[in-house]
């Protein structure tokens, strides 16, 4: 059985090098460790893959020779190392450089023992003197090591932002997000879910919106808190939890959502419909069409059936059929960094650059299925205004038979969340109505 530091290692060497995905990496190393070990793993690669580049930064400020050219699991041995140095509250310091050096030997690196050694002390013995880019001369560079995210998104936020909004969304994304439920309304009542986590011993406590949101807050895994199998819950941050309220269907309506998988929105809406009348839920990949209808399965849902369709090409059948519309668009999830630390490394500049071109076909394709007298709405889960505001403006002047319909806490019928306000992952709605012919 490998020791947790050891795991931790490997899974960063992983995220960071290799593309993986933290959360999936980490649930599959998961189930074999107690409770203890696997609280200290998932911090130690959150926290790492998290804080790379400050933490590159400060190693490099001790090491003669880059970090960057050695290889990938000396640089996560020494990374694990220097965020229980630098970050972590709960683990001494020297019990990191002791770890740290161990595991060096462990993955063959017994000649370098003594550089991790000296490094790591280093970096303890400078605590409180940690010297970090000038903010005077180069702010993009001071905030993008400070808080620890590339260039390339300091500077775009920056841009539409300004600075005091930006460092504040930077450290929101650095924040450790609640764990919420949005509990199965068709099995039970939000007061009854509450209940029945409290008594299996769960901490729990209802949200103050919507009205199915619950937030975990004491737990140990997810996999073993009651009513998974029996479906009384789904895991649901609480800003998309808004999204099937701002759609606000009715029961026996007809509804399309174009982009549905893994069906997080399109089983909500069919909650909102005491799960009476018909929901399309589309996407183009055939395996996620699978996740959908497992969630129904799981949840008691029978109102939605699944299509294998690009929503750019909608058939011309679906024209002014739909009541209501919803195009939860692909996009850039920088709304969601907290939640997956590693999209701010795995992401380019240059990869959000198509992303409105498909967004608005995407719109475009699904206005015409809008009903007479029908609401269309536009969700993404990012913070980028080309994505977002810049999408609805296009919508707007090119659809002059859709009007901007406004609902609460949305005066303008469209609206930016933003994790550092509303303590939510970052999102973006806008809602229309058709004129009613
Ligand atoms: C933001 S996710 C949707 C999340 C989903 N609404 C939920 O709440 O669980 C976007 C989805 O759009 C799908 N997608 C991407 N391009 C598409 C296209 N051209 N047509 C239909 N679906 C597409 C992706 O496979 C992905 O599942």
């Not at 936020?157 to 460092?167: F, Y």
């Not at 975990?216 to 808004?242: C, K, Y």
């Not at 015409?368 to 709405?377: D, T």
Request: hydrophobic share 40%; with cysteine.
């Amino acid at each position: 059985m490998k020791e947790p530091r050891q795991i931790a290692v490997e899974i960063v060497e992983q995220v960071l090098w290799q593309q993986a995905y933290s959360n999936l990496t980490l649930n599959k190393a998961a189930s074999a460790l107690d409770s203890r070990e696997r609280k200290l793993v998932t911090e130690l690669v959150y926290g790492t893959v998290k804080y790379y580049l400050a933490l590159a930064w400060l190693l490099n400020q001790f090491l003669s020779k880059p970090l960057e050219k050695m290889p990938h699991r000396l640089q996560a041995i020494l990374l694990v190392g220097a965020y229980q140095i630098v970050k972590s509250e709960r683990i001494p310091g020297p019990a990191a450089v002791h770890t740290s050096v161990e595991l060096a030997k462990k993955n063959k690196f017994t000649g370098l023992a003594g550089l991790v050694n000296g490094v790591l002390r280093n970096l303890l013995r400078n605590q409180g003197n940690w010297s970090w880019p000038d903010r005077n001369q180069d702010l993009v560079g001071y905030l993008s090591v400070f808080y620890s995210y590339p260039r390339w998104l300091v500077q775009l936020w920056l841009k539409e932002l300004g600075e005091e909004d930006t460092e504040k969304l930077l450290a929101a994304g650095n924040n450790i997000p609640p764990l919420t439920l949005r509990t199965n309304t068709l099995r039970l009542t939000r007061a009854e879910l509450v209940e029945r986590l409290q008594a299996a011993g769960t901490g729990v406590k209802e949200l103050s919106w919507p009205p199915e949101g619950v937030e975990l807050t004491d737990f140990d895994l997810l996999t073993r808190i009651p009513g998974f199998a029996e479906g009384w819950w789904l895991v649901q941050d609480q800003a998309s939890m808004q999204v099937a309220h701002v759609v606000a269907p009715l029961p026996g309506m007809k509804v399309l959502d174009t982009c549905a998988a893994p069906g997080g929105k399109t089983t909500h809406l069919a909650q909102l419909m005491s799960d009476q009348g018909e929901i399309v839920a589309c996407d183009i990949h055939p395996h996620k069409l699978k996740l959908i209808e497992d969630n129904c399965l799981r949840l008691g849902i029978k109102s939605i059936h699944t299509v294998l369709q690009d929503a750019t090409a909608l058939p011309s059948a679906w024209h002014n059929r739909f009541d209501r519309v919803l195009v939860d668009a692909p996009c850039s999830g920088l709304g969601v960094i907290r939640r997956r630390p590693e999209i701010r490394w795995q992401k380019a500049a240059a990869d959000l650059k198509s992303l409105p071109e498909l967004q608005k076909r995407i719109l475009q394709a699904a206005a015409a299925c809008v009903a007479p007298g029908g609401i269309l709405v536009y969700s993404t889960c990012t913070i980028n205004r080309q994505e977002n505001q810049e999408v609805a403006r296009w919508f707007g002047e090119n659809f002059p038979e859709f009007q901007l319909l406004p609902w609460e806490g949305a005066p303008a019928g469209e609206i930016q969340l933003l994790p550092h306000r509303e303590n939510s992952d970052g999102f973006f709605l806008a809602r229309w109505r058709k004129e009613d012919k």
